[in-house]
């Protein structure tokens, strides 16, 4: 009996506990069936592994330079260098956690940084800051970044609620506070071009730079916001439904883009969503307590109209799961994960 009312006790005094969210009612999108071009492959088991230095885990992006050298940013906050036929090397660390990459006109590594803003290190390895903070206001998730031809960078801030180590809490709580931002390096002028996205994520210009995209990720859908033309200013859905959970998107030279699908999407996530009172109440638990999808592979190919052209996957994560970034270069697609102790390499 006194098992009993022990157990009683404990579990009304965490219903009575105060929540760290107070979530709003969400009715998520019906994913589209894997069949067509989301059709599940193996495609991606031949991907080949760069191994990271030092235990280093979550290569998140991968940029590569003009000598075709590949960096990426790692969990400890360290920003990795790796040259043909020489070893990885440090070449700063910021502190924070690096997320997206890529290299402006004068090759300085311009970084997405989830705890401290949007960074820029030099090729002679100064590290200053960009952008930390908006209408007095700090950005607390600085995500992903894409530079225009013209120089203007363009980044998001998933969440203006949460910070990156209760990013799940964003989820949950389904009040999208997610931003666009675009940055002029000549002027320093930091402009708000889209607000209210659930967690915005990957960004990319297209190639023709008449939009910009940034990946939705709680709300499986990616939007663009037009940068030219009589839509110019205006934003729509790019594309929607989609059966995974979007993370990193890239342009490509042909006008595709490429973007990356950290895991299928898990349908008891999309039942609670509904219900407010319970996602409150998981929001109370510990973190280790949450769910962890199962790893998966997962990459689409997208045409210019937000069309799926091809998907390629690897089911049980043999060679690469959770992947967070597709990169495509000249000699094939680069991927980045989210803890994964490599980065990976789809040769063309």
Partial sequence: MKIIIA??????????????IDSLAYQPSQPLALDGAFTANDALQVTQL????????????????????????????DVLRKCPHVDWEVLANTGGRPLGLAFDAQQNLIIADGVKGLLQLTPAKKLTVLADSFQGQPLLVVDDVDIAADGTM??????????????????????????LFSYAPDSGELKLLADQLFFANGVAVAADQSFVLVNETFAYRTTRVWLSGDKAGQKDIFTSHLPGVPDGIAADTDGTFWMALYAPRSALVD??????????????????????????????????????????????????????????????????????????????
Avoid: M, W
């Avoid at 157990?7 to 506990?17: C, E, G, H, K, R």
């Fill in 271 to 348: 039942k609670i969503h509904p219900l407010p009172f319970v996602k409150n109440q998981l929001a109370k638990l510990p973190k280790s307590l949450a769910p962890i999808p199962p790893a998966y592979g997962f990459v689409v190919q997208l045409d210019k109209d937000g069309k799926v052209l091809q998907s390629l996957h690897d089911q049980a994560a043999v060679a690469i799961g959770e992947i967070t970034s597709v990169q495509p270069e000249k000699d094939g697609l680069y991927l980045g994960t989210l803890h994964g102790p490599a980065i990976g390499k789809l040769a063309f």
């Fill in 50 to 77: 760069t191994q990271l230095p030092n235990s280093s885990r979550g290569g998140e992006d991968v940029a590569v330079d003009a000598l075709g050298c590949i960096y990426t940013g790692v969990e400890n906050g």
């Fill in 7 to 20: 157990l009683v006790v404990v579990i009304a005094a965490a219903l009575l506990a105060p929540s760290p």
């Fill in 154 to 179: 363009y980044f998001s801030d998933a969440s203006a609620l949460f910070p990156l180590k209760d990013y799940i809490l964003d989820g949950l709580n389904a009040q999208p506070s997610g931003r």
